[in-house]
């Protein structure tokens, strides 16, 4: 059974700061996801990582994969509030994409 | 262009009754899947539809139901409520069966006394 699990589960830091959210899994795949879910919304995609070694950024947050470590992070650089949310890692249980299993969740919050 | 739309966006529903959920997906994505979101299990997936066909299906017991019509519009069912039940139900849809990227609606909440 694939289990994903996300590092840490809730996370405060200052504007400004830099911190970084890790998304383990069980079992091999070369498909990861992040999503963020604002309080009373959707889930809204954020990256879509389909390759060891894959690197993708938008504005201050970038995600990187490690298919061999099984491993992806979420990296925050010089937060905000507007990026207080809760943050998603799904890995894809087949082939489609849309099957996924997802991660707890990491509930950001940014203070000023 | 449209999201997904889901209907209703609340709901209450008694023990053992039945409910129907709807989803449109974007006008021109052929697959939708479903998700149940709650506090303590999170999001866990439910079942995926490409053309009318169920292609997934999570571990969730068989009152838990869906289709896909010719439009791409999909419903979930669920009978015989239990309170467990109670969760926000989020439908996604993609382009093709092997897209990349899953659009969520804004997604039903269920609650179940």
């Known amino acids: 059974e694939l289990k994903v699990e996300q590092n840490p589960l809730f996370l405060s830091m200052q504007e400004g700061k830099n911190y970084t959210i890790y998304c383990n899994y069980s079992?091999?795949?070369?498909?990861l996801y992040w999503y963020r879910q604002d309080p009373g919304k959707s889930l809204e995609s954020l990256f879509v990582l389909l390759s060891n070694g894959a690197v993708k950024q938008e504005g201050r947050l970038m995600a990187s994969l490690d298919t061999k470590a099984r491993l992806s992070t979420l990296h925050i650089t010089a937060a905000v509030h507007d990026l207080s949310a809760t943050y998603f890692c799904?890995?894809?249980?087949?082939?489609?994409?849309?099957?996924?299993?997802f991660g707890e969740g990491t509930q950001l919050t940014v203070n000023p | 262009k449209a999201g997904v739309t889901q209907t209703p966006r609340y709901l209450i529903k008694t023990r053992g009754q039945q409910v129907t959920l709807s989803c449109s997906p974007i006008s021109g994505h052929r697959s939708v899947s479903w998700y149940q979101q709650t506090p303590g299990q999170g999001l866990q997936f439910l079942f995926e539809?490409?053309?009318?066909?169920?292609?997934n299906k999570g571990n969730f017991p068989g009152r838990f139901s869906g289709r896909q019509f010719s439009n791409s519009r999909s419903e979930m069912n669920v009978s015989t409520l239990e309170l467990g039940d109670s969760a926000l139900y989020l439908c996604?849809?993609?382009?093709?069966?092997?897209?990349?990227?899953?659009?969520f609606g804004s997604g039903t909440q269920l609650s179940v006394l």
């Open positions: 079992t091999t795949s070369d498909r």
């Open positions: 996604a849809s993609s382009l093709s069966q092997y897209n990349e990227k899953l659009f």
């Open positions: 799904a890995v894809d249980m087949g082939s489609s994409g849309s099957r996924l299993t």
């Open positions: 539809y490409f053309s009318e066909t169920q292609r």
